[in-house]
């Protein structure tokens, strides 16, 4: 998945991978991170909350890849 952190602007591309597979360095993102759980069952184009501990925030997902 590629989206957009609206707050900074920055775009960044992860994997959507189990808490087991978690490995930022090499872009695998937990599905059960706060981004992971925002992102599930998303689509291209929504703009949606993420509640991280450092406070909340939004995203806009700009394109999801399954494979």
């Given at each position: 998945v590629e989206?957009?952190?609206?707050?900074?602007?920055?775009?960044?591309t992860y994997t959507i991978v189990s808490h087991h597979e978690m490995d930022l360095e090499h872009g695998k993102l937990s599905c059960n991170?706060?981004?992971?759980?925002?992102?599930?069952?998303?689509?291209?184009?929504?703009?949606?909350?993420?509640?991280?501990?450092a406070g909340k925030f939004q995203?806009?997902?700009?394109?999801v890849t399954i494979e």
């Open positions: 989206f957009t952190h609206l707050g900074n602007g920055r775009t960044m991170s706060p981004i992971g759980i925002a992102l599930m069952g998303r689509k291209a184009g929504e703009t949606v909350d993420v509640n991280a501990p995203i806009r997902i700009d394109s």
